[in-house]
């Protein structure tokens, strides 16, 4: 293993094949509790594939997916789920059209059981309002709490995903390009969220940027092709020849790679 910490996730041997492609090609990944553990690679490499897996929104064609010991691999995406593996920004509800705060006691409540009947009674959401208010703090969404969503800046509509998320009670949360499409006022923002938020956590992050992944990422992954080209710090894997030249190529995107070691 290599290392005396806890491995929450691991996967042996991961393979996904559409048709003859091979998405994702043996894939064996540790992710150590406690740990924020960057997946990179460019466009094509396996990244979503990856997290599809792990999240059973598709079944592998072969290999298997560990989870604090027990196998899931043939598990049901909602059994995943359950279990306290939370896919930010695919399974957390998040309504334009409804406050901010009753966005995360809707999300609250699907914990409970009761998600499918919170129009009943305001009695229901009104026992999770404290709970949504420290949540909400949290992520530093609190002076926003009666804005409908549909009004709150994009960067802020990704901290309250990241606040539902964390209403689901994650043990390992999985971040599908936190930072996309943001400025660097909300990529600063949203960075130092995720790294806040991780302290008891286990984070696993699919990221583009490469200084949002130099700055909090404990542990680098490298996918090319479906398969790992390299692991490890991000200091050391961002000199690895085969990763300048098969994941970041010899352009703009290979001194970015530099640039943020």
Not at 119 to 132: G, K, M, V
């Given at each position: ?9 691991e996967t042996h ?163 599908d390009e936190p ?83």
């Amino acid at each position: 293993m290599g290392s005396s910490k806890e491995i929450i996730l691991e996967t042996h041997e991961l393979t996904k094949v559409f048709l003859g492609f091979t998405a994702l090609d043996a894939v064996n990944l540790q992710v150590e509790r406690g740990s924020i553990h960057a997946l990179i690679g460019p466009n094509g490499a396996g990244k979503t594939t990856c997290f599809n897996l792990l999240t059973q929104f598709i079944k592998p064609t072969s290999g298997t997916i560990i989870f604090e010991g027990r196998d899931i691999t043939r598990n049901k995406p909602q059994e995943v789920a359950r279990l306290g593996v939370i896919r930010s920004f695919q399974i957390s509800a998040v309504f334009p059209e409804f406050t901010v705060l009753d966005n995360v006691r809707i999300a609250l409540l699907r914990m409970t059981g009761y998600e499918f009947h919170f129009w009943r009674s305001d009695r229901l959401l009104d026992q999770h309002t404290p709970e949504a208010m420290a949540l909400l703090d949290q992520v530093g969404l609190a002076e926003f709490a009666d804005e409908l969503t549909v009004n709150l800046p994009y960067g802020r509509k990704r901290a309250l995903e990241i606040a539902t998320t964390l209403a689901m009670d994650p043990k390992l949360m999985l971040l599908d390009e936190p930072t996309q499409g943001m400025g660097h006022e909300d990529v600063d923002r949203i960075t130092q969220l995720i790294k806040k938020v991780s302290v008891g956590r286990t984070v696993l992050m699919v990221e583009h940027n490469m200084n949002v992944v130099a700055s909090i990422a404990h542990k680098i992954t490298v996918l090319a092709r479906g398969a790992v080209l390299a692991e490890g710090p991000y200091a050391e894997v961002s000199k690895n020849p085969a990763v300048m030249e098969a994941y970041m190529g010899t352009g703009q995107e290979a001194q970015e790679l530099g640039a943020a070691s």
